[in-house]
């Protein structure tokens, strides 16, 4: 049977799904977002006619209440005086930016009393049939309007009233205001605001008779001429209800409307957006899925097959690299892929396995080296104790061959000076040899109460001479009532000898070996309290290099190290943290890197039981 190749079966799969499941699943989905976009745009054109409803509402609460303010302080004599009531008028020019068409004073009988409508004179004239007139006279409140055209103006205008009320809260006067529809102003600027291209507003009053429309010649008509079924939308809008939805048009076209009743005044706004316009987004996707479906297809085939091609080459590499890997002969050569991919995963991991193989005989080939190592180190522990012993003998006679010479009586003062100068030289050497056979020999009995102002004094005996040649500036602040330890002396002297030298080693590194300079070691002591216990807290702080961020927590962990392979182990912090956990103990490293490293060691402190069953053991011994 005829082998297929992976990349032909993922083409044919990819083509099949391609041509079988993509029309049915852009069918659903333009579908989808054809719905959600019809419901967005709808909810955002009730949020711009909320909006702008309240826009407008403010506007005409804003110029009705600056009229009715107006009205409330004109004086009884300006009304009986015409020409006093046109010069009152004239000197509130600030009304015109609300009633672009004039302002009008009417005594109660409907004659006007002066205007401001740059008219020939009119005043006299009986405007006592108008509505808003007769409204004002019959509630004694303000009065908005129908839209109506005066003689005059031949514009459809929108009149504001409010009373004039004189002593004793009696009418006595009519103050009015006229708007022009076809103007800019607080209701002529809607027709001219857009909702997209070709969305617009307009404006009803309480009979769904046109007040507003970005067409003129609709000023005035039935809302049923224009769209089906609009006086009843209109009705339902009264009532308080956000009406919306598509709407058909007289002239064939369908549009998305809402409509809202405006809160100072029974008109009613609404807004139109043409479906075309609004659906426009869907019918371009839907072209673009079916050319992209037809034309598409060769060109995705030849494109998934040259794409498989490149895809498929790694994962014959990586087999052709395995292959050569099994047949090597110990050569841990790393896997190299250069995709980005799951492959590559598969790569890494295999080049991780044969990495921690790497690294295991490179830990197998350390733990041999530092084995040699450390018995090179037992053996020459064993010849400093051997020579120090030998040294021993000779510094003790030579102390005493010095102290009976001093003793003389003969001795001139030089003399007598020359002795005691090599007492105190071979005493110092005695001081050295016995903290050497201290340090080198070891101690598997019980442990001891012991200061650390002593296990510190003993240990600085075999390093202080080293300190100095290297020009560090030693500190060493303990105070005289630390309290003693049950501790092995000879352990933490080795952890203190091993703090030391690493400090010196980096402050060496840092300022350059034996040049002195700024090298500076902190060693100090105290007494804390805490919730486990009472312990003395050992400081040793150095100015050295210090220790990266990056590595800081693995310090102690066994064979690590900073140092070059041929300067360190990785085995002095990990043993000595180990011995100062068997003391009950705590050892923890900070450091900032090139500024400083400190190594804080908690020992407790020998309490009344320790020291009850040590002497108890020193008796029973």
């Keep these: 049977m005829r082998k297929i190749s992976l990349k032909a079966k993922i083409v044919t799969i990819v083509l099949l799904v391609f041509f079988g499941v993509a029309p049915a699943t852009s069918y659903f989905v333009i579908g989808y977002f054809k719905d959600r976009l019809q419901e967005s745009i709808q909810n955002q054109q009730v949020i711009l006619v909320s909006r702008t409803a309240s826009e407008l509402d403010f506007k005409i609460s804003s110029a009705q209440r600056m009229l009715v303010s107006v009205a409330l302080s004109i004086p009884e004599q300006v009304v009986r005086d015409p020409r006093a009531a046109e010069r009152f008028l004239y000197e509130r020019s600030f009304l015109s930016m609300y009633f672009d068409s004039g302002t009008f004073l009417l005594n109660p009988g409907g004659q006007l009393i002066a205007e401001t409508a740059w008219k020939p004179s009119r005043v006299g004239r009986d405007y006592s049939f108008r509505e808003y007139v007769k409204d004002t006279l019959a509630t004694g409140k303000p009065v908005i309007s129908a839209p109506y055209v005066p003689r005059t103006l031949h514009h459809p205008v929108v009149m504001f009233t409010a009373p004039v009320f004189g002593a004793g809260g009696k009418l006595i006067a009519i103050l009015a205001g006229s708007t022009d529809l076809y103007k800019d102003n607080l209701l002529g600027d809607l027709s001219t605001a857009r909702i997209g291209s070709l969305g617009y507003f307009s404006l009803y009053d309480h009979e769904g008779v046109v007040i507003m429309h970005p067409v003129r010649e609709r000023i005035f008509s039935p809302a049923d001429k224009q769209a089906e079924g609009m006086t009843a939308r209109i009705a339902q809008a009264r009532r308080g209800a956000n009406v919306q939805g598509e709407l058909g048009q007289r002239d064939g076209s369908r549009t998305l409307s809402t409509m809202k009743k405006l809160g100072s005044i029974d008109w009613i706004l609404a807004a139109s957006y043409p479906v075309e316009e609004a659906y426009a987004p869907v019918q371009r996707l839907v072209r673009l899925s079916w050319w992209i479906m037809g034309c598409g297809g060769v060109f995705a085939a030849l494109l998934m097959w040259m794409t498989m091609s490149h895809l498929i080459s790694p994962l014959l590499s990586l087999t052709r690299q395995i292959r050569q890997l099994g047949a090597s002969n110990g050569d841990l050569a790393m896997v190299r892929i250069d995709s980005n991919d799951e492959i590559r995963e598969t790569a890494e991991a295999i080049n991780g396995l044969l990495e921690r193989l790497r690294l295991k005989e490179i830990e197998k080939e350390t733990i041999q080296k530092d084995a040699m190592q450390t018995w090179h180190l037992a053996s020459l522990g064993e010849v400093a104790a051997g020579v120090a012993h030998e040294i021993n003998n000779p510094i003790n006679g030579i102390i005493n061959c010095a102290q009976i010479l001093a003793a003389e009586p003969c001795l001139s003062e030089p003399e007598r000076g020359v002795a005691s100068r090599i007492i105190k030289e071979g005493e110092r050497v005695a001081v050295i040899v016995r903290s050497l056979l201290s340090f080198a020999r070891y101690e598997g009995r019980e442990r001891v109460p012991a200061y650390v102002p002593d296990i510190l004094n003993d240990t600085l005996e075999l390093t202080k001479v080293q300190l100095k040649r290297d020009g560090v500036q030693l500190h060493v602040d303990l105070p005289p009532d630390l309290p003693a330890l049950l501790v092995h002396p000879h352990q933490i002297e080795q952890v203190f000898l091993n703090l030391i030298s690493n400090a010196r080693y980096a402050l060496d590194k840092k300022f350059s070996a034996g040049a002195g300079g700024g090298k500076r070691l902190d060693i100090k002591a105290e007494k804390i309290i805490g919730d486990d216990g009472v312990f003395v ?85």
């Design 537 to 621: 807290r050992i400081e040793f702080r150095d100015n050295g290099t210090g220790i990266p961020r990056d590595v800081i927590g693995r310090v102690i962990d066994p064979f690590f190290t900073t140092k070059p392979a041929a300067e360190g182990t990785g085995l002095g912090l990990s043993i000595s943290h180990g011995l100062i956990s068997d003391h009950g103990g705590r050892l923890k490293v900070e450091s900032v890197e090139g500024e400083f490293t400190r190594v804080m060691i908690d020992l407790p402190v020998m309490t009344w039981e320790d020291e009850y069953g040590q002497k108890g053991s020193d008796s029973r011994g």
